[in-house]
């Protein structure tokens, strides 16, 4: 199930926690301004890296010469940066805002 897929990471580091059972569920273990969105898109997608070698130099014996390097090595600062200094708590306040502004938004289909 691909849901699974999604929650056992995030179990495993602490960010949600689930109970089995009729009343069971999952639910936040941290509170939302604790959890930034850094962390949850390592633990789902791995590394933020566009190319394979920003995180292993010896993945191309070019590392050295290569300036495209350089451009995904800053690419993938700045999107660290980004993710970084967004937690969950912004991102429910920013939907709040958006949902008094269109309230159809505030339907999800899954």
């Known amino acids: 199930m691909y849901l699974e897929h999604l929650?056992?990471?995030?179990?495993s580091a602490g960010i949600v926690r689930s109970t089995r059972g009729a009343k069971g569920g999952v639910w936040l273990a941290k509170q939302p301004k604790d959890v930034r969105l850094t962390e949850v898109i390592q633990l789902l997608e791995?590394?933020?890296?566009p190319v394979e070698c920003v995180d292993d130099e010896s993945y191309c014996a070019r590392y050295k010469a290569c300036v495209t390097r350089e451009v995904w090595t800053e690419l993938k600062r700045v999107m660290t940066k980004v993710l970084d200094?967004?937690?969950l708590e912004e991102l429910v306040e920013k939907q709040?805002?958006?949902i008094a502004d269109v309230p159809e938004a505030s339907m999800y289909y899954i």
């Open 85 to 87: 200094a967004t937690t």
């Open 96 to 98: 709040k805002k958006k």
């Open 46 to 49: 791995g590394s933020l890296a």
């Open 7 to 11: 929650i056992t990471p995030l179990i």
